[in-house]
């Protein structure tokens, strides 16, 4: 039953490890927006 716990763990560092990704992607995305707006006002 060990490995049940052990793939839900692996399962649970890899969904982080995307999400994290995702967020850094969106994040990047987010301040090269503002930058353009902020470039798009001045």
Not at 3 to 27: D, H, P, Q, R, T
């Amino acid at each position: 039953m060990w490995y049940f716990a052990w793939i839900l763990g692996v399962l649970l560092a890899c969904s982080f490890g995307i999400i994290n990704a995702m967020w850094l992607e969106v994040n990047e995305q987010m301040d090269r927006d503002a930058d353009l707006s902020e470039d798009q006002i001045h």
